[in-house]
Structure formats: structure tokens, C-alpha cells
């Protein structure tokens, strides 16, 4: 089983997950780890570590990637050579760094490649599975440049609008 994106339907009425579009990965034990990739926050890196000069330079706005562990910050990072630490492959050429003192190194050095998330979204085992059974989600195949696409705004009409084009189609 492998990283997938999952596109929430229209009847998904959850204030976190409507319309929401997030990427997902089994961790084992049945358990997926994921992330929220269309919710950017008002707030930016310069914002939560001021003192951090690399920090201010990124001008794009830390996103909100799920309840869990929402002071932490994550970075999914484009490129096919791990940043290091923990790192965990996400796709051939996605990366997410979990570590701080990885995920500062990806500010100052590869922030151009990299989007940075506050928080995660974790599934208990079975949970993901059981969501999918209940049709909550459409499936898409990842690729990083749609996880790191600029704007993020109208991602979520677009992909549910191909879903059920498709879905129709059959």
C-alpha cells in the first residue's frame, strides 16, 4: 500500500475535513499518517519564529496539516535525496521531514522546494480503510507538484469536479 491523495466529496460536511484534499501514507499496523495540503493559514514562518532570520525570508504561509500535534511544524519536501533524520519517503521524489532540526535545515536551504504544515492528521488502525468503505473520499494517484501546487484555492472544485466526471462516466 502506498501514498495516496484523497479528495473529500461534497457530502463530507466535517468544519475540518470538508473540502479538503489531503495526502496519506500507511505507517504500518494499518495505521496512515497524512496531511491537509489545500488549508493555508494566515500565519507564516517569520510569524512563528521571528528570531529566525531563513524564517522570515519564506513568504508563503504555513498550512494547517491536521489536529494532531498542531505546534509542531512538518515540511514536505520536493526532491529524490532525503533531507535527513527521520525523513520519511512519501513518493519517489516527496519527502516529509519530521524533525526539527531537519525541517530547519529545509528552511535554510530548500524552502523554494518545500511547503511547511502545523500539525498532522493521524488514522487509528483500520480507520482510513473504514472512511474509504464509507465513500467519504475519492482516490487520486500523488505526484508531488499537485501536493505542492500554488494556489491551493480552487484545487478541491477542480478535483472533485474530475472525480465525478469519472465516477459517471463508468
Known amino acids: 500500500s502506498e501514498s495516496i491523495i484523497l479528495v473529500a466529496k461534497r457530502g463530507l460536511r466535517d468544519k475540518l475535513y470538508g473540502s479538503t484534499i489531503l495526502i496519506a501514507r500507511p505507517i504500518g499496523a494499518d495505521r496512515h499518517v497524512g496531511f491537509i495540503i489545500n488549508k493555508p493559514t494566515q500565519i507564516t514562518l517569520g510569524k512563528l519564529f521571528p528570531s529566525h532570520e531563513p524564517s522570515r525570508k519564506v513568504t508563503e504561509p504555513v498550512f494547517l496539516g491536521g489536529p494532531v500535534s498542531p505546534e509542531v511544524i512538518f515540511a514536505l519536501v520536493q526532491g529524490r535525496e532525503s533531507p535527513g533524520g527521520r525523513s520519511i519517503k512519501i513518493l519517489d521524489d516527496l519527502y516529509l521531514a519530521i524533525d526539527g532540526e531537519v525541517v530547519d535545515r529545509v528552511i535554510e536551504k530548500q524552502s523554494a522546494q518545500a511547503r511547511f504544515f502545523a500539525g498532522m492528521v493521524l488514522w487509528r488502525p483500520g480507520e482510513l480503510d473504514e472512511e ?31 472525480s465525478e466526471r469519472k465516477a459517471n462516466a463508468i
Open 132 to 162: 474509504i468503505r464509507r465513500g467519504l473520499w475519492y482516490l487520486h494517484d500523488p505526484k508531488a507538484d499537485l501536493v505542492l501546487r500554488k494556489p491551493t484555492e480552487s484545487m478541491w472544485e477542480e478535483l472533485v469536479g474530475r
